[in-house]
């Protein structure tokens, strides 16, 4: 949505994304807050991660309005592989930003 000062507004659901680099650098600064300047290994790797689950979340999102919008029927599970969590380079290959991400 646009703003009378020129800005657009976006929000968890909208389909523009930044660069990865851009996510990166954003979630070093607001989640960690940490300059990308001053970052060790491990704030990389964790501004990583957290940029990869923006990402997810948002095409999680996505999905789950599309099939509330439909009145799809769900079944749900638990399995132990969820419980351990998915490793980040999972995550990066579903997305397919590995370029940006090395």
Do not use: I
């Not at 996510?23 to 790797?45: F, I």
């Amino acid at each position: 949505m646009a703003h009378n000062n020129g800005t657009t507004k976006t929000s968890a659901t909208a389909p523009t994304r930044l660069s990865m680099t851009d996510e990166c650098v954003l979630s070093m600064r607001l989640a960690l807050g940490r300059e990308p300047d001053r970052a060790r290994a491990y704030d990389k790797y964790h501004s990583l991660a957290l940029a990869e689950r923006r990402r997810l979340m948002g095409d999680w999102l996505r999905t789950e309005q599309g099939y509330r919008d439909l009145g799809a029927k769900r079944v749900n599970y638990l399995s132990l592989e969820f419980l351990a969590g998915r490793a980040l380079q999972n995550a990066v290959l579903n997305l397919d930003p590995e370029d940006e991400a090395s």
